[in-house]
């Protein structure tokens, strides 16, 4: 069994490699563990000059990177430059904060001195998505490898080729060869990784139900996790919102990476007054994306990256027309090669139906109604998921109060989510556990250690003592 990379646009099939045997996979994790010793050794500095390196050599070969993930997933030309822009900012902010965010923490106790120290913890496994093949990769390796532990990456089996650019990129920029590697497996290889003992930890970015597994597996070996899955966010239009701006915005937050976001607005709550006008305006500016070939710089709309998704989205918005919801716009897969899905817009869209209760992967907005801020809160809220959500108003010390009541790991006022180096980025109930970026992200695969230095004459007993 192999891996294959096909192009989503023409169904091409680009390349094929073979799966890396057990013994392929031991050598993998054999060089990581033996490199971490000395890499956790490096000093900051030293660490961050590398770190440098990879930022510089992700910008000199932009362009073919970014062709590369336009090819095996779709994703328009300019949205993957930008991708790759933004993993080079990434490596180049842990590099200089790095030192600071993981310094030492004194204490004050009765101790002569007591402090907390942030230190490395060995190999991180990641296990990493197909919709922002580099994105995905470097928000997780840019602050893990800065804090001196070592990585491994099992990547989406239909970009292949993105994971090997990626090791590529670290291999470039003079990183030790064991610092970071890409295990070209399937998802059955998994357990056995997470199993040996040589690795610390497990980070994932994915589906709910992938990171259920992976969580359970992590569980069951003991070793730490961190869980960013799916998202259904809400996008809500207050009375007092500027709506052309909402409007513009929304359909940007939506549609781009043709929707397959976890942390894309895909649940629209807006307030009965304001309804008609936001969905004129809405429809409008969706109805100008332009969809085709991803490699053309004006292509604002790329195909899904696989079959099975544009039948799982076909089938959502199907079964939620006949359950009720009014189709406005698109609502079907186009004619020819490739697996394109019209932009769409459903609406008068209520609880319970597919694309309001489940994830919705793909270019289809859910537009719903509300009488008032109350109830536009409390819908935002009754979802399984709690990754993003973004609040339109006026009133940004009304938006502030508001914010504080919707369960989401980050919640946008008057902007759109987006995953920002400076900002942790994660979310809670079934959009998972644990934080990547800014200063918390570091500090997710760290161990913290307390360290007591008692006076030298004896032995001093920390007061009070509750052991």
Not at 61 to 76: D, N, Q, S, V
Not at 107 to 136: C, D, K
Not at 443 to 455: A, H, S
Request: some cysteine.
């Amino acid at each position: 069994m192999g891996l294959q990379s096909t192009n989503p646009a023409t169904e091409e099939v680009l390349a094929c490699f073979d799966e890396f045997t057990p013994a392929q996979i031991e050598q993998a994790l054999a060089e990581a563990a033996a490199t971490f010793p000395a890499w956790r050794r490096c000093t900051f500095a030293e660490r961050g000059e590398l770190m440098r390196r990879a930022a510089a050599y992700l910008r000199v070969y932009c362009h073919r990177f970014a062709r590369l993930i336009t090819l095996e997933m779709g994703k328009p030309i300019a949205q993957a430059e930008a991708e790759i822009e933004k993993c080079a900012w990434n490596c180049d902010f842990y590099a200089q904060h790095a030192e600071r965010f993981l310094a030492d923490q004194p204490v004050r106790t009765n101790a002569r001195s007591s402090y907390v120290a942030f230190e490395p913890l060995g190999v991180i496994l990641a296990v990493m998505p197909w919709n922002f093949p580099f994105w995905q990769v470097f928000r997780f390796a840019a602050p893990t490898l800065m804090a001196g532990n070592t990585a491994v990456l099992k990547h989406a089996s239909n970009v292949p080729q993105c994971a090997l650019a990626i090791e590529e990129v670290f291999q470039g920029a003079g990183f030790p060869p064991g610092a970071f590697r890409t295990l070209l497996v399937s998802a059955g290889a998994v357990e056995p990784i997470i199993a040996d003992p040589r690795v610390r930890a497990v980070t994932l970015t994915g589906s709910t139900g992938a990171g259920a597994r992976i969580g359970e597996l992590a569980g069951r070996y003991l070793k730490k996790s961190v869980l960013e899955l799916g998202g259904s966010d809400p996008f809500i239009v207050l009375e007092d919102a500027d709506l052309q701006a909402a409007a513009e915005l929304g359909v940007q937050a939506r549609f781009k990476n043709t929707g397959q976001s976890c942390s894309a607005a895909k649940r629209f709550i807006v307030v009965e007054a304001v309804a008609d006008e936001f969905e004129r305006r809405f429809v409008q500016a969706a109805a100008k994306l332009q969809m085709g070939d991803p490699l053309l710089r004006q292509t604002q709309l790329g195909p899904l990256a696989r079959p099975d998704l544009r039948d799982q989205l076909e089938r959502q918005v199907q079964t939620s027309v006949a359950q009720g919801a009014r189709l406005v716009l698109g609502g079907r897969r186009l004619d020819g090669r490739g697996y394109f899905f019209a932009p769409t817009v459903l609406s008068e869209v209520t609880r319970g139906i597919p694309v309001w209760q489940e994830e919705t992967f793909g270019p289809v907005a859910a537009l719903a109604r509300v009488s008032d801020t109350d109830e536009a809160i409390a819908l935002a809220n009754a979802s399984l998921f709690g990754l993003g959500a973004s609040l339109w108003t006026a009133d940004w010390k009304r938006g502030q109060r508001l914010a504080r009541q919707i369960e989401a790991g980050s919640v946008f006022v008057n902007g759109v989510v987006a995953s920002d180096p400076r900002l942790p980025f994660g979310g809670l109930k079934a959009s998972g556990h644990g934080r990547e970026l800014g200063e918390f992200g570091i500090r997710e695969f760290v161990n913290l250690k307390t360290i007591w230095i008692g006076p030298s004459g004896g032995q001093q007993v920390p007061r009070p003592s509750s052991e």
